[in-house]
């Protein structure tokens, strides 16, 4: 059974650094991508950054700020954010998408962590 489970939200000032963890299960990279994205308030979720045997996407207003990765031997994907603003307050969620012939990560994931929440306030 495929399973994520993320953690590492929390509350924190502007301009600080925060790091994601997406801890999955049941399945192997080799036939997945693993994909970070976030719903706030009154907002359609949205895809942030994802990740795939060699590559990296990012979403352009995370572009230069996030950095997502992944660890193969803890099963892990992070994602770390610097220079946090208001506006990336949201719920953080991590998906597993499903690999498809000439196809990339960026689009909607076919399994879901419960996600963890993020605010960043002072």
């Known amino acids: 059974q495929l399973q994520l489970v993320e953690s590492g939200g929390g509350l924190v000032q502007p301009g600080g650094t925060l790091t994601l963890s997406c801890a999955f299960s049941?399945?192997?990279?080799?036939?997945?991508?693993i994909g970070w994205f976030r719903q706030a308030p009154g907002k359609e979720r949205e895809e942030i950054s994802c990740?795939?045997?060699?590559?990296?996407y990012y979403a352009d207003f995370v572009k230069g700020r996030f950095t997502i990765s992944r660890d193969n031997a803890k099963n892990t994907v992070y994602l770390q954010m610097k220079s946090l603003k208001p506006e990336d307050t949201a719920f953080y969620y991590c998906?597993?998408?499903?690999?498809?012939?000439?196809?990339?990560?960026?689009?909607?994931?076919?399994?879901w962590g419960q996600g963890t929440q993020v605010t960043v306030s002072s």
């Open positions: 998906a597993a998408i499903r690999v498809r012939p000439f196809s990339s990560c960026w689009r909607d994931g076919d399994y």
């Open positions: 990740i795939t045997d060699g590559n990296t």
């Open positions: 049941g399945f192997t990279l080799n036939y997945w991508h």
